[in-house]
């Protein structure tokens, strides 16, 4: 089988998707037989493609990564123009799995995307106009056209027979893994005392907030950091929070190990990654309530209301008290989640797809 794999998000600093994204990719290479071949596709700008290549350093896949002038727009018209197709570009293949910036044409073969949420259509207003338009045209264009549509969650897969009218015998879904390096063994971040550690993107769904007003009323023993950069629209008000931007995922490690707890207040997730993350890395987690992140957190987190800061104060404190009990749970369920089950689980659809 040879199948082409989209990964052209991974030209931009990675977030969720950009992770899932380059995990997905390792499994499937280690899942793939000797007479497999994974192509990685990439056309992106002169310096998306140095992020490509670096992120794909190490995965043995053959690269098909291309420097355009003006990509995005090149990809948006090819898209829309569904002209000329993909194999004019990587030759004949078997599978064609394109992901979140763009739904190239093919001239034959399985055709197969990942939908990671869809917060657009559920949550329009955590999004931006922009976000809702490229989205929903893939979104159309893969309910329409796509033989396999890959989810990362029995959430999202509901989600997308619910709101895009795919048939559930088309969704599959493949889980994310926890990346390597993210273990209790290991290195420990020291901030100069006990800190709550936050892991999202700076945007109104994350919900960091709820954070603040939390930590506020658990003293200033115990201090809020946060990881990640900034997202769309206003940026949450992070007064009294240590505010540490986008780090490497050697720092992040070392964040997670010595985390005194993990907090993750998100209003709603497609899966939610980072707490797998948390408890591979020995940390008791605090987790939202939303039901989106009931499969990420199985019986191992301790959970609050998004909206309540005294809910997450609350827990915050019994995880400390409960601390031994919680590490083991996360490890445990942390343990079932790997990038080799993913690629297995996408290599699974596309045989019997085909």
């Known amino acids: 089988m040879r199948a082409v794999v989209d990964v052209t998000p991974l030209s931009h ?8 994204i380059l995990g997905a990719l390792g499994g499937l290479a280690e899942a793939a037989g000797p007479d497999d071949e994974i192509v990685a596709l990439a056309p992106t700008s002169p310096a998306g493609r140095r992020l490509v290549e670096q992120a ?9 990564v291309r420097s355009l002038p003006a990509a995005h727009a090149l990809r948006t018209a090819w898209s829309r123009l569904a002209w000329p197709p993909a194999e004019r570009f990587v030759g004949h293949f078997d ?14 073969g399985l055709r197969a995307t990942t939908i990671h949420d869809l917060v657009p259509l559920r949550f329009p207003e955590w999004t931006t106009a922009r976000t809702r338009r490229m989205h929903g045209a893939k979104y159309r264009n893969a309910a329409r056209t796509c033989d396999l549509v890959f989810v990362n969650s029995r959430t999202t ?3 997308v027979v619910e709101l895009l009218g795919v048939a559930e015998e088309r969704v599959r879904v493949a889980y994310p893994g926890v990346r390597a390096g993210f273990a209790p063994d290991g290195a420990r971040a020291d901030l100069g005392r006990p800190y709550v550690l936050a892991v999202a993107t700076l945007e109104p769904r994350k919900n960091l907030g709820v954070l603040v007003r939390a930590q506020a009323l658990l003293g200033a023993d115990l201090e809020l950091a946060v990881v990640g950069g900034d997202g769309w629209g206003e940026r949450p008000e992070l007064g009294g929070a240590r505010v540490l931007g986008d780090v490497s995922d050697g720092e992040l490690a070392r964040l997670y190990r010595g985390a005194a707890v993990f907090a993750f207040p998100s209003r709603f997730e497609g899966f939610g990654i980072p707490v797998l993350e ?13 039901p989106s992140l009931d499969e990420a957190c199985g019986d191992a987190a301790l959970r609050a209301d998004p909206e309540s800061p005294e809910e997450f104060a609350e827990q915050i404190r019994a995880a400390l008290e409960r601390r031994e ?10 343990a ?5 089950a993913t690629g297995r689980a996408l290599l699974d659809g596309y045989r019997q797809a085909l």
């Open 13 to 20: 600093p990675r977030a969720g998707i950009g992770v899932y």
């Open 56 to 64: 794909l350093d190490g995965v043995p896949v053959r690269r098909a």
């Open 95 to 108: 599978v064609l799995h394109f992901s979140d910036w763009m739904y190239p044409p093919q001239r034959g």
């Open 157 to 159: 897969a509901a989600d």
């Open 278 to 290: 948390a408890m591979a890395s020995g940390v008791p987690c605090v987790v939202s309530s939303h």
């Open 325 to 334: 009990e919680l590490v083991a749970r996360g490890l445990r369920h942390a």
């Open 336 to 340: 079932g989640f790997t990038w080799a």
